[in-house]
């Protein structure tokens, strides 16, 4: 399988122009798209999520447990699922994060009740009863429609533990993991769609050198093996190494100089890179609820680095595949805030509001121009941990301004990308500069033209003049997300303070206009 079965596509890639000269409110800001013009696909990974055993993503936002008095199928919440399966959430990494490092997977299979309670060190060191181990995760995966993304563990785990593990996931042949898994009440091979080999294995994943990493990469990528017929030739299941998460490039210099020359023994198609949003710095400070337009400004203005991150690392990766054969998969990202206040700070729950949602929007826009290279992307994490798209406490659930932008990014996966000019001026916050609008445009397999505005000027609404050549739009409909404030959340209490809602657009004479509200998100589609 190749990363959305597009390796490299010439042509358009960056076409989005941001004029240095501020607007003044109420003037209109223009944009020209050429509908003809397609640049990469918009891999559908780039949506991706990544769930980790840490404080109550999986326990308590997953699973529940069969005998839960919270609905559920086989322990696994029916309000989540229901809620994820709507996002089309194309995988799933698991089970870790620095906690992918410290898993033994033997502790988390077999029958329940049976298996051994372990501490989780890096998170908190609670203790875990494993009730959540590989069964339980392919489960959640298949009931909410999606694909394993797993995390083997490099740095206290062996060549021969990992082999295993695969092994029991994939093998169809009559061995012994499989007849275990079979015992265990799945006779069929899982697939696994995405194996990451290691975490962050420059810092909690064992501080290794990148040359010591390498060492372990070639071991690792050769002898932890998908045996699932299924997943032999065209959807072999993508091997991910460990990639940096600064913008020096050592590492990445090391890993894809070897890769360049590397034989038949070993190989990856993606490099991991992580980053994050903390705006103040270490450790994050950032409140996730209760701030103003200065913080709103200066977060924003902080996620805007993702796209030099990324081309800091794509010139390394440039250099040694011309062909961008290896992928590069920001397999976590996403806003770190403070902890809430009252919870216990080794669980990273924190409120998510619409400033957070348009975080998203610029983080995806930016992956989206870099799809030729960027497919495949999580942002951290799924449920009750970061950036989530989900709070739970106890039997309820909220869903978040993130589910939402998520929400209606749907349409853009695996969309082709189409180049966008854009003129629309900057806005001042606290002294500094920030682009008062971005904007994504894409079409989808039916020929249909999406377009995605995010105005980030969190006072101003702008009217927007679009020319849209190559195509005779017959008529636009669209949805857009703001609220009152930038820190407007939902809560239990009250969960729809922040939803998409209709939007009026007009389209007549190759020229689609609109009004966007101040802080919003909207995505608009118009049929040929
Ligand atoms: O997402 C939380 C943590 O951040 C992950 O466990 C780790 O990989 C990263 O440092």
Redesign the pocket.
Known sequence: MKFGGVRFVPGFYVLLLVSTVALMAGETAHLSIDATKAGAKIDRNLFGQ?A?N?GHGLYEGIWVGPDSPIPNTRGIRNDVVTALRALQVPNVRWP????GDEYHWRKGVGPAGQRPATLNS?WGGVVDDNSFGTEEFMDFIQQIGSQAYVSINVGSGSPQEAAEWLEYMTAAKPTAMAKERAANGHPDPYRVGFLGIG??SW??GGNMTPEYYLSQLKIYSHFARNDNPSQHGANQMLKIAVGP?TPETEWTETIMKAWQHHDWSWNIDGLSL?W?TVANGWPPSTPSTGFGVQDYGKTLKSTLFMDEFLRKHESVMDEYDPQKKVALVVD?WGVWHAALHGTNPAF?FQQNSLRDAILASLNLNIFARHADRVRMANI??MIN??QAMILTDKDKMVLTPTYYAYRMYVPFQDATFVPVVLDAGTYMQGGESLPRVDALAARDASGKLWLEITNLDPEQPIDLDADIAGMTAKSAKGKTLTAPAVDSVNTFESPNAVVPKPVSASVKGGRLALTLAPKSVTVVSMEP
């Open positions: 990544f980790e840490l870790g994060g620095c906690f890096s975490n962050e810092g909690c998460g992580h994050y976590e990273l951290a994490q941990v970061l």
